[in-house]
């Protein structure tokens, strides 16, 4: 088995925006090669870039 993982770190102000963009179109488009049998979406919500504010 192979695992491919990718992380993304993307800014507050468009996380909605991506987050749709993952679900509705990019994802699906991933899929839908034929490549990969199936596809986790996860948010990691422990971990700040260094120099994060909050």
Not at 11 to 18: A, P, T
Not at 38 to 47: D, E, G, N, V, Y
Request: overall charge negative; glycine content about 4%; some cysteine.
């Amino acid at each position: 088995m192979i695992i491919y993982s990718v992380t993304i770190s993307v800014d507050d102000s468009i996380e909605e925006e991506f987050v749709n963009w993952m679900r509705k179109i990019h994802i699906p488009d991933v899929m839908n090669t034929g490549r990969f049998i199936s596809c986790r979406f996860s948010k990691l919500i422990s971990h700040k870039e260094d120099g994060s504010v909050s």
